[in-house]
């Protein structure tokens, strides 16, 4: 039973990038999936949420419209794909799954996915 994030590396900036989180052992569409991003001496930051009963979704304010979460519940993985990179966005990027959006923080994650990195530099 585990989360995994994958799809990160070395881009641009102004380049564009889609990241997965894969589940196994449990069905995803079960569950509010989020991404979170921790930069190198940074706290973790919440990109952004996707319910798991309407579809609803919610972005952190500052990073409104360069980012989109998506699911495929045949597939059991989320996506977030990022638009216009800014080196400011370098981090490593996790996934994480709970009951709903609210309940996903800290300490109320039901899994938790290993992070993939992303570096934006030219």
């Known amino acids: 039973v585990q989360l995994q994030a994958y799809g990160g590396g070395l881009v641009r900036p102004r380049d564009s990038l889609k990241i997965s989180c894969a589940a196994s052992g449990f069905p995803l569409e079960r569950y509010a999936v989020g991404w979170i991003r921790q930069a190198p001496g940074k706290e973790r930051e919440r990109v952004s949420c996707m319910s798991s009963t309407d579809g609803s979704t919610d972005y952190a304010d500052s990073l409104k419209g360069r980012f989109t979460i998506s699911r495929d519940n045949a597939k059991n993985t989320a996506y977030l794909q990022i638009d216009s990179l800014k080196p400011e966005d370098t981090a490593k990027y996790s996934c994480?799954?709970?009951?709903?959006?609210?309940?996903?923080?800290?300490?109320?994650?039901?899994?938790w996915g290993r992070g993939t990195q992303v570096t934006v530099s030219s």
């Open positions: 994480a799954a709970s009951q709903s959006c609210r309940t996903l923080v800290p300490g109320h994650y039901d899994f």
